[in-house]
């Protein structure tokens, strides 16, 4: 059966054409990649946070180097840095005219400084992602000021939790009984009291880092109308990010009852919930972890595992089965993202691109799997 559509070309005869197209000509024949093998996904967000323009040193939007090689810009760190290492390490990987087992895909997504939810977790579910046949991932990670570099191997899952708490409205001159601002008030204090528990665990423990304990912030006061009316609804929000070793159940079960020890007509709903925390294990059984820190060995890079802080895109990809690492090469650079400032000096961006030109070949030749062969 012959098609004149290409659209319509039986898969066998576009797989045939493709085979004809690598140029295997002896005596440099190029045999190319091998496509029965998972590939490699390097993943960066090309959103940036907004900025407060009026605090920054320079433009934040006109990538200004200062005389010591600072550059200046909103994404220096978060992370347009990242996207142009990739790059950088994949073209000079090219003109040394290096192949591997692996094919290395590139993605450079849309929305995840608001929760990927019109980015990769859109992109994770279509067959277009699918057809990529990832292995592995890797992602953005957090500069560290040491000498180290860190790498995420899993994240906390953002709850976004807004308390409304419903109850008598009246003259601000009365001593009302059940208000909903006193019913607020017990459960902000919940709320507080745990965090408080959370940061003192942190605190006392040197071994736990802060991606480990669950953390919360009351970042929204909402209610009321006049100086002297007590409004009849009110309420808190918070960011909830909880630790991958939480059992999530019995941690709605908590929010459930801090908001019925306050009181009739306390109810939350969720504006993010992510359930579905994963790990990407450390260990040399994980074979992408295993050419991972063995590149970063040969380089005299220390390296320290820890549990994201904050919420990313691995988040995705991982839930999908696609093992990840957080990973932003920048040591010696204080942690900026979403600050003031943001800025990364030109070497550490240019060393950034010596450790990715070092990581890749080594990830795309990692040997087949157990489950590849
Ligand atoms: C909960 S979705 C928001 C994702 C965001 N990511 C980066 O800052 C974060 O606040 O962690
Ligand atoms: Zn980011
Ligand atoms: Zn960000």
Not at 269 to 276: H, L, P
Request: one cysteine or more; proline letters at 7%; aromatic letters at 10%.
């Amino acid at each position: 059966m012959t098609s004149k559509n290409p659209e319509e070309e039986h898969p066998s005869v576009t797989l045939f054409r493709q085979y004809l197209r690598i140029r295997t000509v002896q005596p440099k024949p190029d045999y190319g990649t091998n496509p029965t093998l998972s590939s490699i996904l390097l993943n960066s967000h090309t959103d940036v946070v907004p900025v407060f323009k009026e605090y920054w040193s320079h433009d934040p939007f006109e990538a200004f180097k200062d005389s010591e090689g600072y550059i200046y810009a909103r994404g220096a760190q978060d992370m347009k840095c990242i996207s142009i290492q990739y790059l950088e390490a994949v073209r000079r990987l090219k003109v040394e005219g290096h192949q591997f087992p692996r094919t290395i895909h590139m993605t450079f997504v849309p929305d995840e400084e608001v929760g990927g939810h019109q980015g990769m977790e859109l992109f994770v579910q279509r067959p277009e992602f699918q057809a990529l046949r990832a292995g592995f991932a890797l992602d953005e990670g957090l500069a560290n000021p040491t000498d180290a570099f860190t790498v995420f191997y899993s994240e906390r899952s953002p709850w976004w939790v807004r308390v409304t708490s419903t109850g008598r409205p009246g003259h601000g001159s009365r001593f009302i009984e059940d208000t909903a601002a006193e019913k607020l008030h017990k459960v902000v204090s919940s709320i507080l009291a745990f965090r408080e528990k959370e940061w003192q665990r942190l605190q006392s423990n040197p071994h736990l880092k802060e991606g480990a304990v669950t953390s919360v912030n009351l970042t929204k006061l909402e209610g009321g109308v006049a100086y002297n009316v007590v409004p009849a609804t009110m309420s808190a929000s918070f960011d909830f990010r909880v630790a991958p070793d939480v059992g999530l159940k019995a941690f709605e079960e908590q929010l459930q009852s801090w908001c019925q020890a306050a009181g009739e007509g306390v109810t939350f709903e969720f504006v993010q919930k992510w359930t579905q925390p994963q790990v990407t294990p450390t260990d040399d059984s994980n074979p992408w972890w295993a050419a991972f820190s063995r590149v970063c060995k040969d380089m005299n890079l220390t390296v320290e595992p820890e549990i994201h802080t904050v919420a990313t895109d691995s988040r995705y990809l991982r839930a999908v089965g696609v093992p990840a690492l957080g990973f932003s090469p920048m040591n010696r650079t204080p942690v900026l993202l979403h600050d003031h400032d943001e800025r990364l000096h030109e070497a550490v961006f240019l060393r950034g691109v010596d450790i990715y030109t070092r990581l890749l070949p080594a990830l795309a030749s990692v040997p087949a799997l157990p489950s590849e062969s």
